[in-house]
């Protein structure tokens, strides 16, 4: 019999008197991070006094845990006593429980010993994405004064007055020629299985995704324009500055298979597993970049680049319990080695098509519709790892500190590349190799709840991926004008141009720093005011520019597109004081901050958003729940998605993010 466990006691004093968390830890000689692990588990409900059949609950798990049976398989267990032996809630006391030789729970119940085995699971998730409209809404929102490809064109006096026209009707009302569309079909099956063994656990996770994306974007923001012949083009005559489309069509299929135990007396959690992912085309990816287009006349060919990706890894984790030295001490470590192979068809379509008319097979067989097929293949592989030690201080404290390496695959240009960018038909690896150290941090002062969290990161990156943009033909480009910045071929041909005007090259190392901050104050149980922040401090380190790449990439240093240095966000969060039996009732405010970000040599300014939401759950006890929300509700108007920009090109293009927006949604829950 345990010291200060009582054989019997009458209902009177177990209904009345509890014992304190610390009581429990003392009498029953468990740990604090035991019964944590417990509650996580879900096998006990954390609080801070306990009844004294709570006791005996408790002092059940831990005999059980004490013969080897994991905490998993108990939950397991409890969950298919209560479904096989009807009206047992509580299986722990209403029936006895015993370990097996299979480190599984046995149950007496009714006289009869009930094995119930959890055995084998499996969930399947269908979903299914249809999107058309008719395009993102892009706007001109500079244009740049002095010597740039707008003059030498004799166009920047026409771009000045279509400048005037876009601020004059507002962010939200564009003037395209041809009309823009997105079209975007995705349909995906998830299957994940899940046995437990005993011993270990085996679960597999099988994916499939077919996606079709097609899409034509007016990328400079304007409609055909005329020339007013102060430069290479004759007076008056009409061109489109910048046009785009795109067909990717990709089926994709994965697998992935772990396998999961514990050793050395549950003090070592393992995890082993393999990794299988293909992709490959099933129609047309095309892409097509126009550029100073005469209208009237044939458009350059679409480049295509049918991919198909093999990648295999296989990996292990393992964590080590260090409680004997410290408690709540632990150290991890993991491997993962992946090797990707890629296969590309590249080619380019004929003049004036469109960039979905080429499919795989007529690259493969090199037929009459694509000109310059070729394939081209490339391999990659690397060895990644993670290693960090965890500190359990207690139950309010947690800290780490850990180091990682990642890779990112090489890939391959298209089209077929010629000239000066034949070295660049495929690119290198990039990998980074990070550190990090953090707390997690949950606090109760009297009502009071706290929870702060933090981590410092520092990443560094070598042979860093840079898609470079504008890598076209100039409408300037002769024989004897035909170099870098001019021509990025030196043919004059924009049929040679990389697909899309980009280009994925490796220029140089770089090291990217930071802190995440993250907390919530929760005054009362209905009222919780939440805040997070983001402090970025990205910087070259040195880079390996090709001189038949300055032109493009310029000598600033490795571009960190899209990165806002600063982000801020903060919400509250109030639940109104109503009935259980009436549902609930939740209202909501968060507001987001982005400091300034740059694109290929402009800055779009900062901005805040403000969203409001309110929510009525489980309505009359109902499952139905009903949420009404305004989005951007003081309605700012923001450049959030830059297009197309440049010194020299002479003008920037950007999507504003969404006006103030209202929406009601409905939701019927089934099954539990």
């Not at 049918?306 to 260090?322: M, Q």
Request: net charge neutral; proline share 6%.
């Amino acid at each position: 019999m345990e010291r200060g466990l009582p054989d019997n006691t009458s209902s009177s004093i177990t209904d009345v008197y509890r014992y304190s968390r610390e009581d429990l830890l003392r009498i029953l000689r468990v740990t604090a991070r035991q019964l944590s692990a417990w509650e996580k588990a879900g096998l006990l409900a954390s609080a801070d006094t306990y009844t004294f059949f709570d006791l005996l609950q408790v002092k059940k798990v831990r005999d059980l845990c004490a013969m080897s049976v994991r905490p998993a398989v108990i939950r397991q267990s409890l969950d298919a006593m209560r479904k096989q032996a009807s009206g047992v809630e509580k299986p722990l006391l209403e029936a006895g429980a015993w370990s097996t030789a299979k480190h599984r729970v046995a149950f007496r119940h009714g006289g009869k010993l009930l094995e119930p085995i959890a055995g084998l699971r499996n969930l399947s998730t269908f979903d299914y994405y249809k999107s058309d409209y008719h395009g993102d809404g892009v706007n001109l929102i500079a244009v740049a004064p002095g010597t740039t490809l707008l003059t030498l064109l004799g166009i920047q006096s026409t771009f000045n007055q279509q400048l005037a026209l876009q601020r004059a009707r507002g962010p939200f009302v564009v003037d395209t020629s041809p009309p823009d569309f997105s079209h975007n079909r995705r349909f995906g099956i998830t299957n994940r299985t899940d046995f437990d063994a005993g011993a270990v656990q085996l679960v597999n996770i099988f994916g499939f995704r077919d996606t079709h994306l097609s899409y034509y974007i007016n990328v400079d923001g304007v409609p055909a324009i005329t020339a007013d012949g102060t430069g290479a083009f004759p007076p008056n005559l009409p061109l489109e500055f910048i046009r785009g489309s795109l067909d990717n069509n990709v089926r994709q299929y994965s697998d992935e298979f772990q396998v999961k135990g514990t050793a050395l007396v549950d003090r070592f959690d393992w995890l082993a597993g393999l990794f299988y992912l293909r992709d490959k085309p099933s129609g047309a990816q095309g892409n097509f970049v126009g550029f100073a287009h005469i209208v009237g006349t044939p458009t350059a060919g679409p480049g295509y680049n049918f991919i198909t990706e093999t990648s295999k890894a296989g990996f292990v984790h393992g964590t080590y319990n260090l409680s004997s030295l410290l408690e709540g001490l632990s150290v991890e470590a993991g491997a993962r080695y992946t090797k990707d192979n890629v296969s590309s068809c590249t080619g380019t379509g004929l003049p004036d098509t469109p960039s979905g008319a080429v499919q795989p097979g007529d690259c493969a067989s090199a037929a009459p519709n694509i000109t310059n097929a070729s394939i081209n293949s490339t391999s990659s592989g690397a060895t990644t790892w993670s290693a960090g030690l965890n500190w359990q201080v207690n139950r309010e404290l947690f800290t780490y500190i850990v180091s990682r390496h990642g890779y990112r695959a090489g890939g391959i240009n298209s089209p077929t590349l010629i000239g000066r960018l034949a070295p660049f038909q495929s690119f290198k690896p990039e990998t980074v190799t990070d550190v990090e150290i953090g707390i997690r941090s949950d606090w109760r002062i009297g009502p009071t709840a706290l929870r702060f969290n933090a981590s410092a990161f520092s990443g560094w990156y070598h042979d860093v991926q840079v898609a470079l943009t504008g890598v076209q033909t100039s409408p300037l480009c002769s024989p004897t004008n035909n170099g870098p910045g001019v021509s990025p071929t030196g043919s004059c041909d924009p049929n040679n141009d990389p697909a899309g005007g980009t280009l994925l090259v490796n220029l140089g190392k770089t090291q990217v720093s930071g802190i995440d901050l993250e907390g919530e104050f929760a005054p009362t149980g209905s009222l919780a005011i939440t805040y997070a922040a983001n402090f970025l401090n990205p910087r070259t380190v040195s880079t390996d520019i090709p001189a038949a790449l300055v032109a493009y990439a310029g000598t600033g240093g490795i571009p960190f597109n899209m990165t806002a240095r600063r982000t801020f966000s903060g919400g509250v969060r109030y639940k109104l004081p109503l009935p259980t039996q009436w549902g609930e009732v939740v209202a909501n405010a968060d507001e987001y901050y982005s400091s300034p970000t740059s694109f290929t040599g402009t800055t779009l300014p900062p901005y805040a958003v403000l969203n409001l939401r309110l929510d009525y759950n489980d309505i009359n006890g109902a499952p139905v729940d009903v949420g009404v929300f305004v989005r951007n509700a003081t309605n700012r108007e923001y450049p959030q998605v830059p297009v197309a920009s440049g010194a020299f090109l002479g003008m920037t293009s950007a999507i504003y993010g969404p006006p103030r927006m209202y929406g009601l949604e409905f939701r019927v829950r089934f099954g539990k």
